[in-house]
């Protein structure tokens, strides 16, 4: 009876702006399917995202979506993608004219698109039924319960709060949010002993509460993996963004015994992306999030070990061993270690930022507070594709973006179809040779001083965004005197270490470094820590599969 009850509420959700057609489709799926679920249909994609989050809070499992491709303000696409966030278990179906299959087969890359319908489809026994009976009973076979959530209670201008939201949302941990001044988070400061004057409270879906927890703390309390199952491996791949992700993969699936170490995220600074749309296969772009979560899903299928909110802080040579020290004095040890440690947003240094980071002045691209930043004038410092995807995104719910560039344009480190979508945006100005002079505010971001770079002057605007995007700094410091680096940083590898033809200074073996190897035997680089690498997310995902090739030519000849 219970099982009953509970298909019962099981929703198949429709939505078409065409009335005529919303209707012939939920008649449709009324007459075989209305016994057994509850058809809801909308006529926008906003109306049905509102529908989706409802139900969502009510607890209702929906089982299929159907969209129609060509709607005003929200295609079918973008309905779905947003629609994958709140319902990811739910087959997701297209309704689409003849001339708009292409745009059906794309969809396939950009929301895992199960399948399109060409409309009309009369009759239904033949071309829509089968369909649907066929999700339907994948659907079921499924495991579709909903997934018990963290929640997290927190204050709009917590820095802090923001942190963990952040940490969460690119691990791909579910949560909701609670407002510490909002009768729900107020409860539930309440049931938890807590005042909410130290935020955020985090509680497990266990239902334990934890205040202001750090990172370790809280990946190990929401499931994520935090400690190794071994103590010695064929490849330690030290960093979790693209050029880490691509070495785990390639290297699990070829037979290594592969452990990937992450200090905050997977994902790295191409995960915080809104949209990257000059990555091979993904023809209408793919955010950074749906690519992280591929590849990390990805990397396990094969075996691999992802540990996350584990820092690394020593790398020793034992050996033939390659020893890794973590920041609570463990270690684990391997043949062989990539290092993809990539690089982190350079600071600000202008007056005043340093106390409102994560109030109003942030880091990469905080997706997490672009709901905040609805009908708001938002800043963006920076003019290189990160800051264009990110303003680009933030566009769509902002009253106005502005882009503060140090230099005399755009050109220098955009992208050519960043800077023509930005110059199509109608609420997108860029201001070049600007930076930020100061930042003002009690609590929370309230004013910025602009400084032209040319003519010295100065201008007070109000403002309580602002995201930062200004160059690179690589994560390497804790590399010091163990392998060579370049006056900035960056470590060298490969050619650039024999730039005179003979070996680094130490170097015992009778070859030079390979391509992508160290000045240590075995300790290979790729992505962004690399010296005069190319900052893109296509070519670190090369160099992980390239520094995977290499370490098994260094193990075979060991």
Not at 54 to 65: C, N
Not at 158 to 179: I, K
Not at 410 to 415: E, G, I, N, P
């Amino acid at each position: 009876m219970a099982q009953a009850a509970e298909t019962a509420r099981t929703v198949i959700l429709t939505v078409d702006d065409d009335p005529g057609v919303s209707r012939a489709v939920a008649r449709d799926l009324r007459r075989r399917y209305g016994a057994a679920y509850r058809i809801v249909r909308a006529e926008s994609g906003e109306s049905a995202l509102e529908a989706l989050r409802e139900l969502k809070l009510r607890g209702d499992p929906v089982a299929v979506i159907l969209a129609d491709y060509r709607m005003p303000q929200m295609n079918g696409i973008e309905f779905l993608e947003q629609a994958l966030d709140v319902y990811p278990g739910a087959r997701r179906v297209l309704l689409t004219a003849y001339a708009d299959t292409n745009a059906a087969i794309d969809a396939i890359n950009v929301v895992d698109l199960d399948h399109y319908l060409l409309k009309p489809w009369d009759p239904p026994e033949e071309k829509l039924y089968p369909v649907l009976d066929d999700l339907l009973a994948a659907w079921r076979t499924s495991d579709h319960r909903p997934v018990p959530s963290t929640k997290v209670v927190g204050h709009r201008w917590s820095a802090r709060s923001s942190e963990v939201r952040e940490f969460l949302a690119r691990n791909q941990v579910p949560y909701r949010w609670y407002s510490s001044d909002e009768p729900e988070g107020r409860r539930l400061l309440a049931a938890a002993g807590q005042d909410g004057q130290r935020l955020p409270l985090v509680v497990t879906p266990e239902g334990a509460p934890l205040v202001e927890p750090d990172a370790p703390e809280l990946a190990a309390r929401v499931g994520l993996a935090t400690t190794p199952t071994a103590e010695f491996y064929d490849l330690v791949v030290i960093g979790g963004g693209p050029a880490g992700l691509g070495a785990a993969v390639y290297g699990a699936s070829e037979g290594l015994r592969t452990v990937l170490v992450e200090r905050s995220a997977t994902g790295g600074q191409a995960g915080q992306s809104s949209r990257i749309e000059n990555y091979l296969g993904f023809p209408d772009g793919v955010s950074g999030a749906q690519l992280t979560d591929r590849a990390r899903r990805q990397a396990g299928k094969f075996g691999a070990e992802i540990l996350t909110a584990r820092e690394v802080t020593g790398l020793e040579v034992n050996g033939a061993a390659r020893v890794v020290r973590f920041s609570d004095g463990s270690a684990i040890a391997a043949h062989s270690v990539i290092l993809a440690t990539g690089v982190s947003y350079r600071q600000l240094r202008a007056p005043g930022t340093d106390g409102l980071t994560g109030c109003g002045v942030f880091y990469g691209s905080a997706l997490t507070e672009a709901a905040s930043c609805q009908g708001h004038d938002v800043y963006i410092v920076g003019g290189a594709n990160s800051a264009g995807q990110a303003a680009m995104y933030l566009s769509r719910g902002a009253k106005s973006v502005t882009l503060l560039v140090r230099g005399p344009d755009l050109s220098a480190s955009m992208s050519h179809y960043l800077i023509q979508q930005i110059g199509e945006a109608p609420n997108i100005s860029v201001r070049c040779g600007t930076v930020v002079d100061a930042a003002h505010g009690d609590g929370h971001l309230e004013q910025l001083t602009l400084r032209d770079v040319e003519s010295g002057a100065t201008e007070l605007v109000d403002a309580q965004w602002v995201f930062v995007f200004i160059g690179a700094a690589p994560l390497t410091d804790w590399l010091d005197g163990t392998v060579l680096r370049d006056r900035r940083g960056f470590i060298l590898a490969g050619p650039d270490l024999t730039p005179d033809g003979r070996p680094p200074a130490g170097w015992e073996l009778d070859r030079p470094p390979y391509h992508l190897e160290t000045s240590v035997p075995g300790v290979f680089v790729a992505g962004d820590a690399r010296a005069e690498s190319a900052k893109r997310v296509a070519s670190a995902v090369g160099e992980g599969a390239m520094a995977v090739m290499l370490v098994h030519r260094y193990l075979e000849q060991s």
